[in-house]
Nanobody, 118 residues
């Protein structure tokens, strides 16, 4: 199994920046996708950004140009640099791992709260 631990959430004013980090441990397959999802109160969880093991990235339209996802394969970490934050970015942010080989395991972190005040 893969365990994920997030850090870096908090309270920030609109226009500010935050950096989220996630460390993966356990039975990690090198060919994987790591992602950040978020869930706002009363809304469904949505994909924010993901990054494949080869560095290919994908972003939700709402965060393009403001957020940057990156990963360090040697350290099994993924980060989300968030800039120009808006109140609508508020929510619980979850780290996600999805293996592309073997058991194709999907794992979630416990989530970290991001609150953007107006």
């Amino acid at each position: 199994q893969v365990q994920l631990v997030e850090s870096g959430g908090g309270l920030v004013q609109a226009g500010g920046s935050l950096r989220l980090s996630c460390v993966a441990s356990g039975s990690i397959f090198s060919r994987n996708v790591m992602a950040w999802y978020r869930q706002a109160p009363g809304k469904q969880r949505e994909l924010v950004a993901d990054i494949i093991f080869d560095g290919t990235t994908n972003y939700a339209d709402s965060v393009k140009g403001r957020f940057t996802i990156s990963r360090d394969n040697a350290k099994n970490t993924v980060a989300l640099q968030m800039s120009s934050l808006k109140p609508e970015d508020t929510g619980v942010y979850y780290c996600n791992y999805r293996g592309l080989t073997g058991s194709r395991e999907v794992s979630w972190g416990q989530g970290t709260q991001v609150t953007v005040s107006s």
